[in-house]
């Protein structure tokens, strides 16, 4: 039996409290285009036992709005917004689980400051990557949270890094 053929990540869930300032912030942190919004405050919300029992829900939790946020030629990042009984704040870097997603920028100093403009929190400045696989002169790396909470970060890597010499795989900005 042959395995079945991967091709990538096709996007990102991302739970919002509110979905209308969440496609705005993306838009203007990132220049993100909105693809589609599946549905909003005009239709009626997803909800109940078999809506919960297909995405891991917790009882109660009710869908208000979903939409697809397209960001450069990375995965779509999809936004739900949902209110339910029981929500827990964004995870940190140190909880079990997806804890961020990275954006590859050219230049990272101009996104940091276009990301804060628009209501973001970077964590630190840009700063070299500390990794000896992933190290070189201009190879920075910048954590920031979003305004609701959720953790990503920016990359660039315009230096060859070690890790090539270790294996002939390459990491997707990487490939020729």
């Not at 909105?34 to 909003?40: L, P």
């Not at 239709?43 to 297909?54: M, T």
């Not at 936004?79 to 009984?85: D, N, Q, S, T, V």
Request: glycine letters at 10%; hydrophobic letters at 35%.
């Amino acid at each position: 039996m042959t395995a079945p053929v991967i091709r990538g990540v096709n996007h990102i869930g991302i739970t919002v409290p509110d979905i209308e300032a969440a496609k705005s912030f993306l838009v203007e942190a990132f220049g993100g285009q909105v693809i589609y919004q599946s549905f909003g405050p005009q239709d009626p919300p997803r909800q109940g036992p078999e809506f919960e029992r297909a995405v891991g829900a917790f009882p109660g939790t009710v869908v208000r709005g979903q939409a697809m946020v397209k960001i450069g030629t990375g995965p779509d990042i999809e936004l739900f917004e949902m209110h339910g009984p029981e929500q827990a704040q964004p995870i940190r870097a140190s909880d079990f689980g997806i804890t961020h997603f990275a954006l590859y920028t050219d230049d990272i100093d101009a996104s940091v400051e276009r990301f804060e403009k628009a209501g973001g929190t970077a964590l630190t400045a840009p700063r070299a990557i500390p990794y000896a696989t992933e190290k070189g002169p201009g190879n920075k790396v910048c954590y920031c949270r979003m305004p609701w909470g959720t953790t990503m970060e920016f990359i660039t890597t315009p230096d060859r890094m070690a890790y090539h010499d270790q294996t002939d795989l390459r990491r997707w900005q990487d490939e020729d």
